[in-house]
């Protein structure tokens, strides 16, 4: 009878260790170790960590309805905002907030590829480039693709080299969401077998020619390479080799080296940044904005103060007209 009566009162407390191990679980606290804290406590008193785990239970429990609740407000918010920029904003204030209509964007993108300069991205060169280096190349080809769907003269975008299985391929449709349907051209194949070699100017930061304007018969080409290590004239030896015409940016024509602690100075930008000058001057044929659109100031290049440039000029015309002003006291002189 004994053994009977202590059998009977198990499946209850068995019920409520299951309801508490559960309820632990959600709060992400482990039954093990609250157990152990409150083992030693006599007459079966809770212990304070079960008080404290559903205190914060009913807590975060209040802060889920208080957040049902918005819900339905910030839905009619919405569609308030999204019914007032159909009415009255139109596709104006879209441009301004940098936002482009998609059949706008694609209309574009379309009338580039039939007439507009080609960029095409060559991805042979950065072969050796690790895992990670190819993840940071896969987000700035995503960034050169966003600027080129905004700008309003775009460029036709093509990635050279891109093979199934290369570490670059995998990274671009691993971290850029709806990469299958970028309007652009990706190829395995070379540039120098998709373009006539007077057509093509490699671009890199090496060359000797500066690159004077864009011309839309040309398909200009970057290296996609990024490498922490940076291989001096990599991509210049590459274009050498393969008997291209190469170019610069005016980096050293329009801008000057800023005093920075570090004393570092580069013209070796990232794709990205490239074609920010480079689709920025396409729109508005002025070299300082588009300097000024891709060179961040960490390469360690500004442009000039415009009351400086002022000043250098007045100072140059100034010595100019002295210098012919003593040639021409010398020539009236006696002999």
Not at 81 to 99: E, K, N, T, V
Not at 127 to 147: V, W
Request: hydrophobic share 40%.
């Amino acid at each position: 009878m004994e053994a009977g009566a202590a059998a009977g009162p198990e499946p209850a407390g068995e019920a409520e260790a299951a309801v508490a191990a559960e309820a632990l679980r959600l709060l992400r606290i482990e039954p093990s170790a609250a157990g152990d804290a409150g083992a030693g406590r006599a007459g079966g008193e809770p212990a304070p960590g079960s008080r404290n785990a559903l205190r914060k239970r009913r807590r975060w429990l209040r802060v889920l309805a208080a957040r049902r609740g918005k819900r339905p407000q910030e839905r009619q918010r919405r569609r308030a905002r999204r019914a007032a920029a159909a009415a009255g904003a139109g596709p104006a204030a879209a441009l301004r907030r940098g936002r482009v209509p998609a059949a706008l964007a694609t209309e574009r993108l379309l009338q580039a590829r039939a007439a507009g300069p080609r960029l095409c991205v060559d991805l042979g060169v950065g072969g050796s480039m690790t895992e990670k280096e190819s993840g940071r190349l896969a987000s700035q080809i995503r960034r050169l693709y966003g600027a080129n769907r905004r700008a309003a003269r775009p460029f036709w975008l093509c990635l050279t080299e891109f093979a199934a299985g290369t570490p670059i391929y995998e990274q671009c449709f691993r971290m850029n969401d709806g990469f299958a349907a970028y309007l652009m051209d990706t190829t395995p194949e070379s540039y120098l077998d998709l373009f006539p070699l007077e057509a093509i100017v490699y671009l890199t930061p090496d060359s000797e020619n500066v690159l004077e304007d864009i011309d839309p018969s040309k398909v200009y080409v970057l290296g996609g390479l990024v490498d922490e290590s940076i291989h001096k004239q990599l991509t210049l030896r590459r274009a050498r080799e393969q008997g291209l015409q190469t170019a610069r940016l005016p980096i050293r024509e329009f801008m000057v080296r800023a005093p920075n602690c570090r004393n570092y100075h580069s013209e070796t930008l990232a794709i990205n940044q490239v074609f920010d000058v480079l689709v920025t001057y396409y729109e508005t044929r002025s070299w300082p904005a588009a300097l000024r659109a891709g060179v961040s100031s960490g390469k360690g290049y500004v442009l000039p103060d415009p009351a400086e440039q002022a000043e250098t000029a007045q100072r140059t015309t100034a010595a100019q007209g002295n210098a012919l002003l003593c040639a021409e006291e010398l020539q009236e002189a006696p002999a």
